[in-house]
């Protein structure tokens, strides 16, 4: 079973620009999560999909960041315009029942 | 002992040893734990799960002990192996809550010697 795919791996922009990551969750995993990881931390939760609808996005800074899962499957999440303080890997995770897998993360840096 | 900001808690053991990681939980409501292994430049890896009605559920080469009357978890490896080598997260969760989503804890950096 394929994991959790996530691109790209590394991004690197210069403030003010924009920027997406893309996901796709193990298939038949209707429960998918975009997770923020700073250096030295543990992942703290964007936002969370029930197949397409966002259940929770309270976390989710809405002046610059925007998600969507338009068919329940795959996932973008989008940050316009970056700011230096969002360097940062970002995590995608899907579930099944309890347990969340993570993909491998994007790494991104603002300049 | 913790640490604060971007130092994570090291521990350091030789090749062969037992391994303990502590967490401390914060909410006396969670009833699913799970411990992730995270290697540098990779995500979280599910390691192992246990549910509140238990206090102890071994894998392979794992134990995951839960202590829920001073909301502790320990996550135990036997013949620790250069391979373990990363840093174990702790988790939290509430089943059955209109969120299901996970607190992480801070980390601990396990470092093998050989």
């Known amino acids: 079973e394929a994991g959790v795919v996530q691109s790209p791996r590394y991004k690197i922009i210069e403030k003010k620009q924009p920027v997406a990551f893309w996901c796709n969750p193990i298939s038949g995993h209707n429960t998918l999560y975009w997770y923020r990881q700073n250096l030295g931390q543990g992942p703290e939760l964007l936002i969370r999909?029930?197949?397409?609808?966002?259940?929770?996005d309270s976390q989710l800074p809405k002046d610059r960041f925007s998600a969507e899962r338009l068919k329940g499957v795959d996932s973008t999440l989008k940050i316009q315009p970056a700011e230096l303080g969002d360097s940062a890997v970002y995590l995608c995770?899907?579930?099944?029942?309890?347990?969340?897998?993570f993909g491998p993360g994007t790494r991104l840096l603002v300049l | 002992g913790e640490s604060v900001g971007l130092h994570l808690p090291t521990l350091s053991v030789q090749e062969g040893d037992n391994s303990i990681i502590n967490c401390a939980y914060s909410?006396?409501?969670?009833?699913?734990f799970i411990w992730y292994k995270q290697e540098s430049g990779k995500g979280p890896q599910f390691i192992i799960d246990?549910?509140?009605?238990?206090d102890k559920r071994q894998g392979q080469r794992v134990t995951v002990l839960l202590n829920k009357t001073v909301k502790h978890l320990s996550l135990q490896i036997a013949a620790t192996q250069p391979g373990d080598s990363a840093v174990y997260f702790c988790a939290e969760n509430i089943l059955g809550g209109s969120q299901g989503n996970l607190i992480f804890g801070k980390g601990t950096k396990l470092s093998v010697k050989p």
């Open positions: 995770a899907s579930k099944k029942r309890e347990t969340q897998y």
């Open positions: 999909y029930e197949n397409e609808e966002a259940v929770d």
């Open positions: 909410n006396s409501a969670s009833d699913y």
């Open positions: 246990i549910r509140s009605n238990m």
